[in-house]
Each structure stands twice: as C-alpha cells, then as structure tokens.
C-alpha cells in the first residue's frame, strides 16, 4: 500500500484495509481518472459468502464505476470476528435470531456508518454528496434502513438478495434450527421496524427519490424473492419516475455471491460478475 497527500486528497495505488470509527473497511480507489472530486459508493456485505469487507469487494469489485468503493464490515464479521471464527454469530442466532442477531446487526451497523464515513471522507476526499449505497442480503437490510431513514443524502442504491423482511430471515433461522422461534412482543416490534415493504412509504418519501436497483437470484430463497417482488410492486406505485426503479432476476444466482468460507478475498465468480456488470451498469447511470 502505498499512500500519498497530493492536493489536500489522499493518493491510493491499491486497495486499502483499517477502520474508521471503530468501523473494519476495505477502499478501493477510482480505475479511471475522474474530474474533480469523485463520487462514492458504501457497501455492506452478506453474513453468507462474501461474508467480510474484503471478500466482497473482491466479489463486486464495481470497478467500471467512475467512483471512491467503501465496503464497510457487519459487526462481529471480518475483523471484527472473534477468535478468528463466526461462531459467535451462530450463537447469536441460536440465542434470539431477532433480537440479539438480525436487529442489532442491522442498526448498528447503520448507526456507525455515518461516523465512518466521515472518517473516510476526510482521508480520501470523495463526494458524498454523491454517494450510492450497495448491500447483499443483512447488508441490504442495511442500505435500506439508510434509505428509510432518509438522513444521508444518496443518489443511487442497488441491492443483491436483500433481506427486506426480518420475518423472512428468521424463517430461514427456523429451519436450521429446526424449531420455531419465540415470538414476543418486543421481537414483533424489532421485525416491525426490519419490514422495508411495509415502510416503502418512508423510502418513497425522500425529497428526491433514489433511483434503487433490486438484483434477485433466480435460486434465491423463494421468501427472499417474493420479498423483493413485493418491495419493488409497493415502491412501483409511490415513485414518480418509473424508470428509477427496476428489478433483475439472475439466472443461476442462489444466495451467496462467492464460495465458501467466504472471509478471505476469492475471484470472481461468473454469477457474481454478471452481479456486478448490472449494478455497474445501473450505478454509472444513475450516480452522475
């Protein structure tokens, strides 16, 4: 890694790995020479593979858009694993999959991104007021809570498998666990809040709409794929411009976009490149 101060911005050959606020990030520099200041696009990863910052970037390296890429780690993943492991997300969900996994996960990790990225604002000097948002499954949860609670400005937004029921997910928590979870008042509240069908209102209701890409495997989990279905059907009849909204179906996209274990950097696979072509394709045209 090799870093300079050219222009009161910082100069990055390569991809650059720390944290900021407490926050495990992997940044990957504009490939093409960009006018002025660039544009950003923050990502959270999948707890399925890619599971880290760095495996996703190396799984959607979104290297044709003219921009600063943030991929910014979940809590306890990456970095932040203990004792080098998952485990202790397992046991999370296995404790309480709604309250001490699913919505701790996801707020967190949207609470710390403000801080973070003005961390990173100050040290590589990109444009957010330009910024586009990506994430992949719990990531996606996450990217939709930014757009919900409309704080942050954001351009453009693109989602892959997202989780846009906790319901949902915690369906899929039940059938490993082969029992049913332990519904209470304050988990249906929990789940209440992580239902981005039921709060396509708040999402519509940003000054200006964010043109968002929904990308869904065609072998996805059928509950995750109605989800997205219904997502996109409930935002359809709110968004002013019907062409700043879309949905892809991916032949031969299951859930995770990398192989197993999915922690370390991997290449590419073909599925994930076809991922990654059409969130390029969609960013480029609606990032600006």
Request: net charge negative; with cysteine.
């Amino acid at each position: 890694m090799e870093i300079d101060s050219v222009g009161g911005r910082t100069a990055v050959e390569e991809p650059v790995t720390g944290t900021a606020a407490g926050v495990p990030f992997t940044v990957l520099p504009p490939s093409a020479e960009v006018s002025g200041s660039a544009p950003v696009v923050v990502a959270w990863h999948m707890i399925d593979a890619p599971r880290s910052d760095a495996a996703f970037a190396a799984a959607l390296p979104l290297a044709g858009v003219p921009a600063w890429r943030v991929y910014l780690g979940m809590p306890l993943c990456g970095a932040r694993m203990i004792d080098g492991s998952m485990d202790a997300i397992v046991e999370r969900a296995q404790r309480d999959a709604m309250l001490a996994y699913v919505d701790p996960f996801v707020r967190q990790a949207a609470l710390e991104f403000p801080a973070a990225l003005a961390e990173l604002r100050e040290r590589f000097g990109f444009d957010t007021s330009r910024t586009a948002v990506v994430g992949g499954s719990l990531g996606g949860a996450v990217a939709l809570t930014i757009l919900a609670t409309r704080e942050i400005p954001v351009r453009a937004a693109a989602l892959v498998n997202p989780a846009v029921r906790a319901r949902s997910v915690i369906g899929l928590v039940e059938g490993l666990l082969e029992h049913p979870y332990p519904w209470s008042d304050e988990s249906e509240q929990a789940a209440d809040h992580l239902d981005f069908v039921a709060r396509s209102g708040e999402i519509s209701a940003r000054e200006k709409q964010v043109p968002l890409l929904v990308v869904s495997g065609e072998e996805d989990f059928p509950a995750f794929r109605t989800d997205a279905d219904e997502l996109v059907d409930a935002l359809r009849g709110r968004y002013s411009v019907p062409g700043d909204l879309r949905l892809t179906r991916v032949p031969g996209l299951a859930h995770p976009l990398a192989d197993d274990p999915g922690i370390e950097p991997a290449p590419q696979l073909p599925v994930a490149k076809r991922v990654d072509e059409t969130i390029t394709e969609w960013l480029v045209e609606h990032l600006g």
